[in-house]
């Protein structure tokens, strides 16, 4: 089958990129998949092509509303009519009439909790499965980094589906969560499409401080000079609304922050103005860029030092998705690593919230819903906490039993979590390249790049192309430009590694 020309025909294309072939080609020959691709590089071709290919329907599970429903739109718009986001945003009778209509629809997206969901599961138990997708599949692993109790049910969700040809789709995993991925799925003896996750057209540079108010300036002098547009990552929510404020006071147009506590209208229309070039800078947390495509991101600034080295190199891969060159900047001060610490102690419940719930609990079994929540309440359990606690309770027999796997498992997930924030702030501190410590992380042996980060070329010559626009300026002014830039990105005076 010569693919190429089935690729030209639906989307126009005439060439794949990295790894979409192999996964597609696997998929026609009727193997299941796990599939590992750097963001942006458009893991969606690799179901909606077989897709048509296959002529049965398509399901795919994706962890956020805003993704599934971006990727609708996209699909609406290049002239695909089949497709339909099963969603919370659905009033009653919308449901009930998608459902009834559910055999029409090529695409179907929704989301593990949808999918759960006993007559969403029961209509389409009834359709024609040509393909089942998951989506960001780190989540269903227990060494992931975002827990979703709902992700781990897909392998049943699938054997109940009569286990149809699947998709597990991934930018970040390692070898073990690769493998977990595919324990929990029950699809041992898939075949693995490993890209690397070396993205050669982004710069690495990490700078430290022994203050904040250093580490500041130095954020106000790099959007001042970088050629916008441009993410500026946050661990904190009210980080990132008063740099956004710092920022504008001190002449920076077009600059927004942006955090899960905003109200769902307000993420919208922030993402929209960004794509659209209204907004040029954002200061955001996490909360902000699965789903965003938008190719011309020409830097990624971290502010505060990531938890692991997983959602670092997700984060920074939404630089330079055009293929020209970008830059990762992670700037880091004194005493940073309390941040994410503090964030690690704040997702899982204390022995002692623990010990006052299952002591209320007593020897309940079947508890009310609104009565655990009650509970949760009283102890100030958050969300993810909540989900946490309610995923051991569910369906159990032993009291006892479950209190004593919660806080195994709450120890375990501590250690995983240390362990990886440790990594990162070995790496920070390495003397080596930037760009070997990421690939050493995700067991990947390349011969890396010249130039690629601070600690291979003090020069920073590829970082040129981030400043404003140079074409015709003579060659001693690029010259002069290239050394301001140097002066800029790798001053020594405020504590430059």
């Known amino acids: 089958m010569e693919l190429e020309k089935f690729l ?27 599939a590992m691709l750097p963001t942006g590089t458009g893991k969606s071709l690799c179901y909606q ?18 993704l599934m429903q971006d990727q609708v739109e996209q699909m609406k718009v290049r002239g695909e009519k089949s497709v339909i986001a099963l969603n919370s945003f659905m009033s009653p009778d919308q449901k009930r009439e998608a459902l009834r209509q559910l055999h029409t629809f090529r695409f179907i997206f929704l989301s593990p909790e949808m999918l759960s969901v006993p007559n969403v599961l029961s209509a389409i138990r009834n359709l024609q499965i040509g393909l089942f997708v998951v989506d960001e599949a780190h989540c269903i692993s227990q060494w992931g980094y975002d827990f979703r109790p709902d992700y781990l049910k897909l392998g049943f969700i699938r054997k109940k589906l009569g286990n149809p040809l699947t998709l597990a789709l991934t930018a970040t995993a390692t070898s073990e969560v690769r493998e977990d991925i595919k324990k929990q799925l029950n699809m041992e003896g898939a075949i693995e499409i490993i890209s690397s996750v070396n993205r ?3 710069t690495l540079m990490i700078q430290t401080f022994h203050t904040y108010h250093e580490k500041q300036v130095q954020l106000l002098e790099l959007v001042k000079k970088l050629q916008p547009p441009g993410i500026i990552y946050f661990k904190s929510k009210k980080a990132a609304e008063l740099t956004a404020s710092y920022l504008k006071e001190r002449g920076i147009g077009k600059v927004e922050y942006y955090h899960g506590g905003m109200e769902q209208e307000q993420r919208v229309l922030i993402q929209q103005q960004f794509l659209n070039s209204q907004i040029n800078i954002i200061c955001a947390t996490s909360a902000f860029g699965m789903g965003i495509n938008k190719e011309n991101v020409r830097y990624v600034i971290h502010f505060h030092p990531p938890g692991d080295m997983e959602s670092y190199v997700q984060e920074i891969g939404r630089a330079g998705r055009d293929g020209k060159q970008s830059t990762a900047i992670l700037l880091y001060a004194e005493g940073d690593e309390g941040i994410p610490l503090t964030l690690l102690e704040q997702e899982f419940p204390s022995k002692e919230q623990i010990d006052w719930l299952f002591e209320k609990i007593g020897k309940q079994v079947h508890l009310q819903k609104n009565a655990l929540d009650d509970y949760f309440g009283q102890i100030g359990l958050n969300e993810i906490q909540s989900r946490i606690v309610s995923y051991f309770l569910e369906d159990c027999h032993d009291v006892r039993n479950v209190k004593a796997s919660l806080l195994s498992y709450i120890q375990h997930r501590k250690e995983v979590k240390m362990e990886k924030l440790r990594f990162v702030m070995r790496w920070i501190q390495s003397k080596d390249c930037r760009r070997k410590g990421i690939l050493d992380y995700f067991h990947e042996h390349k011969l890396v790049q010249t130039p690629c980060c601070d600690r291979c070329d003090d020069s920073m010559i590829m970082c040129t192309a981030q400043m404003e626009s140079m074409d015709d300026a003579s060659p001693l002014e690029q010259e002069a430009w290239q050394q301001e830039l140097a002066k800029i990105l790798l001053t020594e005076k405020i504590g430059s590694i």
Do not use: D
């Open 8 to 34: 030209y025909r639906y989307f126009g294309f005439s060439s794949f990129r990295q790894g979409q072939k192999e996964t597609i080609q696997a998929l026609l020959n009727g193997f299941n998949t796990l």
């Open 49 to 66: 092509l077989p897709a048509y290919l296959l002529k049965k329907t398509t399901i795919v599970v994706s962890p956020l509303l805003s």
């Open 200 to 202: 050669q057209n982004i």
